[in-house]
């Protein structure tokens, strides 16, 4: 009796607080332009999730291809629970522990925000799920860089530990509007759609664990071919329609700045593409469809971080400049020996690390007007240059110690490395008990 | 010369190349093929057990000259027996008389077209 007589007394409570928010809401207007947008690029940004899949499925052996795929899947189920309990809260809650990142009570499992709607005019709903759709492809991309080798166990705890120990920081300090990066100099450190939160991170933190791990069994010696590049080349195209949310859906808005995000990307993505194919012809003599796709990515990655900020010219000589440098990264890493699988950190690292750095000298000049005016007067180029190195620098150390330190602890506890017999077998006969195709020559 | 048909587990197939590769023995084809032997296994699917009548398999055809079926047939037996001491399903090498080997190349017949 006495628990139901609180059980009611809660009831109440609850309905008071709801309908206190709900009078909140009637203050502010829901902006139906922008919400059906969003709600567009979030959906937009979750079929990248499947894209990705399929990009990385393709271009393991056919033994591991249901593993590969399920490296981005289990993410979409691990990192949406976890964003609703926590990760929405750290990454867009106000400053604790010293701004390492954020907490607000009310987002805690998303409690507090049934009823809210943002200033952009937006259901905070939508806001948290289009944020969550980038924490759950941030740790889906690292998985690129250890491929073929990782004990299915341990990576669900990893990417969930990487989660809230690296992504929802990162997120906080550069999205966050009390985040320290986001107050970087005059105007912030340009991150638009993140380019250091989600490739940096990921790229980065890739290339440590794929070398805690070691090589592959019998790589580089061995020849390990794509089983489908059919899949691969559908996944690549997925993901550049699924950019058009990551980009132009993070102005938050369905107005001027979307539009040009989504013509910086698209030019961008075509002329990357373009300029791998036509790099590798005068390299290797023919272009390759996993080039083209390369091409695609490594551009996309360069305006990730950019897309607010250039104008159409500086977006195609990035998508260019990122095919070049991830093209020259990919020959050092065949060089250097290290086994960085399907090139997480070749492409998302270093095309990240261009993007973000050499945006600086394409910004359009609106935004270095009104940058100079909240800085007193004056701000040049080389300013801002110092702010995008110093953000890329905190992104690359922070996600690296990290990452690091997440590795070899998890590692007393599960064996990170799958054992040679299961490395031997396929992810996919050891750890789901399934096959991927039927009757396929084996590769 | 002879032609030596291996039917082996299919996670042993690296291992098995591996063992013939160091063993000098380099040009061999294989393919994936499905039969039914003593083995009997156990699969889930949708949370039941179901017991498949076809297993997977591997198969390897490798023609070689008579001096050479010895040193085949033993790394293929220490690379494809597994723990050890062997387990049913490890598979199985049949030997067979081979009467003719061309090279489509140059017409060589025989031993040298190997």
Known sequence: MKTFGKRSLLILLLLLISSAGLFAADNTHIDSGATAWMLTSTALVLLMIPGLAMFYGGLVRSKNVLGTIMHSFVAMGIISVLWVIVGYSMCFGKNVLGGWFGWNSDYFFLKGIDTNIMDAGIPEYVFTMFQGKFAIITPALIAGAFAERVNFKAYCFFIAIWSLLVYNPLCHWVW?????????????????????????????????????????????????????????????????????????????SSGLSTAQALTATQVAAASGALSWILIESFHQGKATALGFASGILAGLVAVTPAAGVVQP????????????????????????GYDDSLDAFGIHGVGGIVGAILLTFFIRPSWMKEAATAAGGHWSLWNQLGVQGLAVTIAIVYAAVMTYIIIFILNKFIKFKSSESDEMAGLDRSYHGERGYGMLNPS | ??????????????????????????????????????????????????????????????????????ITVNAILKAARTNGAGNVGDGKIFITPLEECIRIRTGERGGTAI
């Open chain 1, 176 to 252: 966050a509007s009390d985040g320290f990066l986001f107050h970087l100099g005059a105007k912030g450190a340009i991150d638009f759609a993140g380019g250091t939160v989600v490739h940096i991170s990921a790229g980065v933190s890739g290339l440590v664990a794929a070398l805690f791990l070691g090589a592959r069994r019998g790589y580089p010696y061995q020849v390990i071919r794509p089983n489908n590049m059919v899949i691969t080349m559908l996944g690549a195209g997925l993901l550049w329609v699924g950019w058009f949310g990551f980009n132009a859906g993070s102005s938050v």
């Open chain 1, 313 to 336: 010219y500086g977006a195609m000589i990035l998508g260019l400049l990122a095919s070049l440098v991830c093209y020259s990264a990919i020959q050092v890493k065949n060089r250097l």
């Open chain 2, 1 to 70: 010369m002879k032609l030596i048909t291996a039917i082996i587990r299919e996670v042993q197939l690296d291992k098995v190349r591996e063992a013939l590769i160091e063993a000098d023995i380099k040009r061999i084809t294989v393919s994936r093929v499905s039969g039914h032997g003593q083995q009997r296994i156990e699969e889930m699917y949708r949370g039941q057990i179901i017991i498949p009548d076809l297993i997977p398999k591997i198969r390897i055809e490798i023609g070689v000259n008579d001096a050479f079926v010895d």
